[in-house]
């Protein structure tokens, strides 16, 4: 069994920057990956990033390429999510995730979110 806890989140005004992190407690496996996806209110979930543990190799949605950027510490367990230049349209509860598959991604393990506002 695999918690994940996240944090980091808040308030930022629009330009500013966030950093959310997210700990995963249990067992890693060495093919699994992790990954962020936000959900605003009236709207679906939707992925944003993903890193996989083993060699770091990420993927990222379009509407946050450029900007956001995920790295993980394996010491630690934890994955972060960096995000720069946030515009209003960020603001969403924001999930880590635990992933299998990398080809085709099946994703286990969800955090209980944290909240990201950006004001205008």
């Known amino acids: 069994q695999v918690q994940l806890v996240e944090s980091g989140g808040g308030l930022v005004q629009a330009g500013g920057s966030l950093r959310l992190s997210c700990a995963a407690s249990?067992?890693?496996?060495?093919?699994?990956?992790m990954g962020w996806f936000r959900q605003a209110p009236g709207k679906e979930r939707e992925f944003v990033a993903r890193?996989?543990?083993?060699?770091?190799?990420?993927g990222y949605a379009d509407p946050v390429k450029g900007r956001f950027t995920i790295s993980r510490d394996n010491a630690k367990n934890t994955v972060y999510l960096q995000m720069n230049s946030l515009k209003p349209e960020d603001t969403a509860v924001y999930y880590c995730?635990?992933?299998?598959?990398?080809?085709?991604?099946?994703?286990?393990?969800w955090g209980q979110g944290t909240q990201v506002t950006v004001s205008s």
């Open positions: 890193i996989r543990w083993s060699d770091g190799n990420t």
């Open positions: 249990g067992r890693t496996f060495r093919n699994s990956f």
């Open positions: 995730a635990g992933g299998m598959s990398w080809a085709s991604p099946q994703w286990v393990y």
